[in-house]
């Protein structure tokens, strides 16, 4: 009985025994089991940029492309941001212009100087009209072309007229009947005078007591003489050039747009009114050079303001000073007339003659920026302004240029800020739309 209790209690001791080792190998197993997943978890993947189903456990190079296998990021992991990183993740328009130059504008005045083309032409009060003072017909002309120069006291014409004669007759016939009568006699001089005799003339018809059939009418000036409606009653405003007349007269055609030659139309034998202006003579002893000037410029400019002007080949300049500022603009223009005077007593200036002018002037004050700060868009030039952090582009009207500098005459105000370089802002992706 003892014994059998014995072989049971052994039997129980190495169940038991056996038991505990079956745990403890469970356990150890478990173990190994945990670490070699653990170990596998953070095994290296290498992979091909290009091929990203190539993967292999340590580094080499793609068997498809032969480029470098990068190690492969894990999801979820935490990427260090860098100052390298960091730049190229700001947005595009803040990464661009976050360090542009920021101006504002200036208010002030500025001395312009204004470049214009001009043209030399007439002097309008040294134009002289040479009226026919009685009705009659031509007899004979001196005058064979237009703009053929011209003496004071040369002939002109030589015009036979009923009233001239009649009026003669009676001086001769009151000389010889009622000499006596001296107040008869002076009416009778009179008449003749304002008919274009000259006391000269009237003397000699006394003496010699004989009438002038054939009446001579004179220069009263020098220059060079046109017909009427070749000249009208205002200088052009743009002549072109043209060559000169016959006879080597510095006078050309560009006096009148309307002149096609310089052939006369009156001839011998024809009829004048009394009282009708058939010539003109145009002294050039002193000219004009003429520029016609832009709006945004004329009104900076003042009479006095110096003015250089340069003259073709060779080329020279003369200085001198604005004489006359056109306080209107004639209809169908947009611009105003700046006028010099020169001096042409050696004929070294010609009618129609093109010159170059740089006037001189100091501007009102107004907003001035650089010229860097605005871009042209063609009908429109703009500048951008930033607000709020960002920019934004704003049309401008634009006046004279000085330098390096820009007048703005509209469109911009004393606290805007505006970019320095506006082409650097402009956008490639599309064109820009300006808010009016």
Known sequence: MLIHRKKKLVLSVKSTVHGRWSIIVLLLLLQIGCANKGNHSHLQEYICPMHPTVLQDKPGTCPVCGMDLVLKGKSGDEVKITAELNYLLKPTNVSVIGSIKMITPSYKSARVNLETDGVITYDTRRITSIPIRMAGR??????????????????????????????????????????????????????????????????????????????????????????????????????????????????????????TSSEIQIREGMYVASGQTIFKIVN??????????RQSGAREIKVKDSISLLFGSPQKIIYSTVRFV???????????????????????????????????????????????????????????????????????????????WIEVMTGIEVQDSIAYDAQFLMDSEGFIKVKN
């Open 138 to 259: 031509i007899e004979k002309l001196m005058i064979k072309y237009n703009f053929q120069p011209i003496r004071k006291g040369e002939k002109i014409l030589e015009i036979y007229s009923p009233e001239l004669v009649t009026a003669q007759r009676d001086l001769l016939f009151l000389q010889k009947s009622d000499a006596e009568n001296v107040q008869l006699i002076e009416s009778a001089k009179e008449k003749l005078r304002l008919l274009g005799v000259s006391n000269q003339q009237i003397a000699q018809i006394v003496l010699s007591k004989k009438e002038m059939y054939s009446f001579p009418v004179y220069s009263s000036v020098s220059g060079y003489i046109m017909e009427e409606s070749l000249l009208g009653t205002s200088a052009p405003s743009a002549p072109s050039p043209a060559s000169g007349m016959n006879g080597g007269s510095s006078m050309n055609a560009s006096l009148s747009p309307s002149l």
């Open 284 to 293: 050039t002893e002193q000219v004009w050079a003429e520029f016609n000037i």
């Open 326 to 404: 056109q306080p209107f603009y004639q209809e169908g223009e947009s611009f105003a007339k700046v006028r010099v005077y020169l001096s042409n007593s050696k004929d070294q200036y010609q009618i129609g003659q093109l010159t170059k002018a740089t006037i001189k002037t100091e501007s009102k004050k107004t907003f001035w920026i650089p010229k860097s700060a605005t871009l042209d868009l063609g009908i429109q030039k703009i500048v951008f302004t930033k607000r709020n952090g960002s920019f934004r582009p704003k049309s401008i009207d634009v006046g004279q240029a000085a330098g390096n």
